[in-house]
């Protein structure tokens, strides 16, 4: 990989940020203890600026409120988020048009705008349409009449199922599993389980992420919906007929049962739980591990099983650790209640 | 897909039902919302009544209660099972003995009774017995010595190992493992852990369907072993030597730890932990997010961690969120109780 | 399989064990009830004496303190490590150095130390290295700049992505995803996340056992770590820049969230969660279902959520299943003390 030297004038340009200090180029970006000569660090917090000045990085990225420091920096408002498009850019590969190796095997009838990256054993089904710049590497396989837009990136040993919509710019880690039956039956008189067909697809907007080993059941009818800009951390489940809004973050090991709807900007923390036919509103945070049983208003931040308030949860479970004292000073209580009553039958 | 055209007179015969209004004929079947010309949709419940009379398609299943509609009908008592049994008959199609894609790799001493479909790039191993109508999709593994029945679908990219027995019409979704080892160690001296050889199998019985992402451990010695009907959704965790009894339903991101055997109908909910060497009864049900840490009895209705009742569950999680309002009582009460007592002590 | 058929006086040297009764040959190792002749079987508690006396094996191992039985036994101080030593040794075969299959995909510029054994469609990127005794089945991906020691084992459709370090003796099992990008985003002031990149990479030491579909994300910088020993069950999730110390043990649907360290020795039972940027000491027990929210001191043994001491949590839950009880008594309370005030009123 080659990688290109660019100097800090040009990255604080990209970024609306002011550089000082030499215009010195670097290649590269690491984190404050590994970045050596070359390549820049960052820190977002001016209490790191200790560190910061022992660090062997080449220029630093800094908050605006940052004090002199004898390397050269960028100063931004956000230091997080231009170290990340500064990266992005030092990391830019022009996109290989490597065509489809021909040990990959493509059904008939597909249709490819434009220069692709297909890798040997990949098995494309039929009428799958795929857009530009799509890589798909080794061991995916996608089914029948999948479209897939332009600039996606299919880790090795992704499956997508019949009938899937792929936007653009869609990263998929490997294991994923798009499109998968829902998990529907219906049942006869002698409790046996009868399968519902499971005839809806999948539809993952564009600008998503999905993690490795993820589940994304397809609709019983109709879609199972993934909007714009969503990110999901890795061996989450989300169930068929599913939609999660713009924006949202889901934390690994979440899941979201069958029909329910997420809006714009949720926060599932790791491994939450959300019933089935819920309307979950814009903005709601759910915090780790909760276990959500009812519809959430916009905003709404919540914890615990079943989850309400984050903030009158912490509460209860900072009692709950102290039950056995509260038990007790119950006891105390009725104890000395005794003894006040048998004291004041006493004295009649 | 030719899809095919059937009258609702010969639809309802199926099913036991029967049909009132013109006898049209109908090629599939979509919920209420979607549903359009040529097209079945169905209702479970006579509230749904008011959306079913304007809905577009051209003929309803409805309960037994309902009223009339201008639309052609079909009378069930059980609408949901009618219409699945009904939906199965409108989307089947004969199998298509594709046999074995050139680009799959069979091992030796293979048995196949009958037509199959075997997907490019699907290795199966060494002396593999293959009933009829398989259909066996890209990117699947299959070990040595497995043995497979009739009308089983494997999606792609599932994993079956070594030695592993499969009934009648199985489905097993993308990505799901059947037959790994057991997580089973002895430790020496030093606190090492030395890994138990796992030199059981994995028996999966007719008519069961395992989710995208499940893990399903071989015995350490003898069978993990899953019974006739039983459903398994997506990213469950079957341990080593565990049974699940017939017709069962687990839900996603449980897990079953080893040793413990489940009877008949029983349900878990999603992310349910049942802990190893237990027996739970026939037709027990495990709320979501329960943790369960002892035998159950048949019929038993669980929930909490670890799980008790699921009636006095509800009850203890609906004052957990009221411990802060307790624990200011129990504070008032003290209070009042040292006052009064004090008061008492003052009177004399 | 060629079976090796050994005699107990050699298999009790390997042990340090004592042998009695006759010097009969074995060539397997079972459980108590599955044993047959020809086989060792084992019991760890001389409470199965009486079953043991009843089994089928041809000789049993037995502890120390075990009475005298008719079958020939080997007696030992630790049955279960010393029927695992042995199992291994009955079931040892000799690598066979199939080479790399022709319908395998391998990059330029690999180097591979002895033997392998590389199945059909597995595919290996550029400049990966393999040890020796290296055995990869099917379906597996193993991206660029891969490192895999000697006598390693890759189940099928296993996925090592880019940069990857894996040690000797490693085991991992079906569907496990190594090296996949960390959950981590900047946001811009609409809130759209913005993907960091992750250009650290795993490291796997020695002796390290990885699940079925496990996740184990790569450092967005540096590594993510599992030491030498360490053993981790089925689907669990490992975020960036993790390390695990040495001989710990994590069971199933454990996840560990970014920048968090553990020390040697640890336990996690199933379904629990850390939180991130913590550090857990050494020979810390977490009890499933555990939710830990802070750092952990040596040899902590926590429970519940968030996790505090398991003692206590012990006797906390048990009192969450009272709690109506405790309500009510607190109801009971305030109306004594009421009557009592009340009468103390009335008396003056």
């Known amino acids: ?34 970045a050596g000569a070359g390549q820049l660090a960052y820190i977002d917090d001016i209490r790191k ?19 002199q420091l004898s390397l050269p920096v960028i100063k931004v408002s956000d230091p997080a988020w231009a170290a990340t498009v500064i990266h992005h850019h030092l990391l830019h590969q022009d996109f290989v048009d490597a065509g489809i190796d021909p040990k990959a095997v493509v059904g008939e009838g597909c249709s490819i705008a434009g220069a692709v990256a297909v890798a040997p054993l990949v098995v494309i089904g039929d009428r799958v349409e795929l857009g530009h710049r799509v890589e798909i590497r080794a061991g995916v396989v996608i089914g029948a009449d999948v479209k ?119 926060i599932m923390g790791g491994k939450v739980a959300v019933n089935g036919h819920l309307k979950i509103g814009n903005r709601v945070t759910m915090a780790g591990k909760a276990g959500v049983m ?26 709950f650790q102290k039950l056995p004292d509260l038990a007790k000073e119950v006891r105390e209580l009725r104890k000395k209640l005794q003894e006040l009553s048998e004291k004041k039958s006493a004295d009649k």
């Open 1 to 34: 990989m080659n990688k290109r030297k660019v100097n800090i004038s040009e990255l604080a340009a990209m970024v609306d940020g002011e550089w000082r200090g030499e215009d010195v180029a670097v290649d590269g970006l690491a984190d404050l203890a590994g």
């Open 49 to 67: 600026m200790t560190a910061a000045a022992e660090c062997s990085a080449s220029a630093l990225i800094v908050p605006l409120d940052a004090g």
């Open 148 to 266: 897939i837009g332009s600039d996606v990136l299919l880790h090795p040993n992704v499956t997508i199922l019949d009938g899937s919509v792929i936007g653009d710019r869609v990263i998929i880690h490997s294991g994923a599993v798009v499109g998968s039956d829902g998990f529907g039956y219906a049942h006869d008189r002698a409790g046996r389980h009868l399968k519902k067909p499971h005839v809806g697809y999948v539809q993952v907007d564009d600008d998503v992420e999905i993690g490795a080993n993820v589940c994304v059941d397809r609709g019983t009818f109709g879609r199972t919906w993934i909007k714009r800009g969503t990110k999901i951390d890795n061996l989450v489940q989300i169930a068929h007929n599913v939609e999660i809004g713009e924006d949202s973050i889901i934390v690994s090991q979440s899941g979201i049962a069958g029909s329910t709807t997420l809006g714009n900007g949720v």
């Open 294 to 319: 009812n519809d959430q208003e916009d905003g709404a931040v919540v914890a615990g099983f079943p989850a309400f308030s984050h903030r009158k949860w912490l509460r209860a479970a900072a009692l």
